[in-house]
C-alpha cells in the first residue's frame, strides 16, 4: 500500500521560489499520474497540476508559467518547483496518485 509524504512547505515572501517534494513509499506511484492540490482557509481544495508516469504535465491556469513539474521514478520522488510566489498561492499543498492523498504541507506568502 502507498503512501505519499510531502514536504517543502514554508513562509516566503511574494516573489520568492520553494520546491516542494511528494515521496512514495510502498509500492510507488505505481505507475500513476502524480497530482498536486492546494487548500486555502475557508475555501474548496482545488487541483493545481499533475504530471504522467512518462513526464507529461499539465497545470491550472493561474500558475501557468510560474510552477513546474518533474519527477524521478527511481526515488519514487515528485518535485513542484514553484516560483514568483503570490499570497494567493498561500494554502496546504496536498499530492494524490490513485486514490491515495499525502497529508499536506503549509505554503505561505506574505510580505
Known amino acids: 500500500q502507498v503512501q505519499l509524504v510531502e514536504s517543502g512547505g514554508g513562509s516566503v515572501q511574494p516573489g520568492g521560489s520553494l520546491r516542494l517534494s511528494c515521496v512514495a513509499s510502498?509500492?510507488?506511484?505505481?505507475?500513476?499520474?502524480v497530482h498536486w492540490y492546494r487548500q486555502a482557509p475557508g475555501n474548496q481544495r482545488e487541483w493545481v497540476a499533475y504530471?504522467?508516469?512518462?513526464?507529461?504535465?499539465n497545470f491550472e491556469d493561474s500558475v501557468k508559467g510560474r510552477f513546474t513539474l518533474s519527477r524521478d521514478n527511481v526515488k519514487n520522488t515528485v518535485y513542484l518547483q514553484m516560483n514568483n510566489l503570490k499570497p494567493v498561492d498561500t494554502a496546504v499543498y496536498f499530492c494524490?496518485?490513485?486514490?491515495?492523498w499525502g497529508q499536506g504541507t503549509q505554503v505561505t506568502v506574505s510580505s
Open positions: 504530471i504522467t508516469n512518462g513526464g507529461y504535465t
Open positions: 494524490k496518485t490513485n486514490t491515495t
Open positions: 510502498g509500492s510507488g506511484f505505481g505507475g500513476y499520474a
